[in-house]
């Protein structure tokens, strides 16, 4: 996080505006901006794990993680600069969990690049604050205005579920997976056989929608999910819940929190971080498995065709094998043997 992302140059073009401002920051930061602004106060609220270990090791407390902004957290902030994210109902969740927090008479600013819908601030929070672009630069736009009433906020009426063969999926905005079983786990669970056993490790879980679906035909698995996200961690919690299965959830960048060694790990790894590729999160998957599995214990994977991973597993394990695929997915299988090389 050492190069400031067009977002935050755009926050920089007015940072006289914010020497004496005490500021919350939050929303799809990208960078560090919020550890190197000069203001009177900053404190960050993420639903990014990945991103509060970046922060946290500059702000300290004053860097919170977690799914909700509490009003500890809020106290004694009078700004608000939200950077916009591009899952349009996760802003709305976040801007009306947040505004409800701030005093009246705060100041909300929002940036955001254009291609991500950040335009459609000005609708979304007009109910309590009326904004205005103030500037328009690297492709993104700024945009001000000062809270006049603040909205309510229930936490638990932004849940939704949706069946999933006989499985209930519970889920968040934000959440991967959301509104339904998406093409690229499918295909992963199609390969999946009855009877699995042993410790799984479910990495970027999203809704918790592989290990419920595995769990559901092989009742004798031991689940471990993870995902950076503070929306999935709490949406595989709960689909868990539902679904009277039993598993492991908690946040990790990766394989960060993780401890141990397991007999499978399964993702659909993401390559995106906010409206930018990203390739990183699924290299450190595979070039770190090794240190997660047990002898003889696999990798498995689903990614769009394209992305360039057949060489990483290689590097990593020896050799790979291609599972399954179509005209956009393929799922790969790589295990891990005494030599720290693959077999087929």
Known sequence: MSAFTPASEVILRHSDEFTQRRILFAGDMQDDLPARLETALSRVHTQQYHHWQILS????????FGL???ADMVADCDTLIYFWPKNKPEAQFQLENLLSLMPVGSELFVVGENRSGVRS???MVEPWVTLNKIDSARRCGLYHGQLVTRPGFDAEAWWDAYPLGALTIKTLPGVFSRDGLDAGSNLLLSTLKP???GKVLDVGCGAGVLSAMLASFSPKVRLTLTDVSAAAVEASRATLAANQLEGEVFASNVYSEVNGRFDMIISNPPFHDGMQTSLEAAQMLIRGAAKHLNIGGELRLVANAFLPYPQVLDETFGN???LTQNGRFKVYRAVLTRSGKSAR
């Open 121 to 123: 601030a000005e609708q």
């Open 195 to 197: 009877h699995t056993r």
């Open 68 to 70: 909700t902004a509490t």
């Open 320 to 322: 790979h094998e291609v």
């Open 57 to 64: 090791r500059t702000l300290g407390e004053n860097a919170c």
